[in-house]
């Protein structure tokens, strides 16, 4: 389900930006928005997936440490 969200995301994302670069905006403009943008959404969500990783990770590791106990 989250591969989902977030493939449903990025192709949002890059659609945005297809219009964006579609209107008549001046380039520099466009160029702004855009570096702003990646900005953002990095900011966003690479902690989101940095933590999930490390989530996943604690949880690998506790029902390992539940397997050997048993």
Known sequence: ????????????????HVFLWRSDMPGHLKLTFTIINAAGWTIVLAPILLI?????????RNRDDH????
Do not use: E, F, G
């Open 52 to 60: 999930d990783r490390w989530l996943d990770a604690i949880q690998r």
């Open 1 to 16: 389900m989250k591969v989902y969200l977030v493939i449903a995301m990025v192709i949002m994302i890059v659609v945005a």
């Open 67 to 70: 397997d050997n106990v048993t």
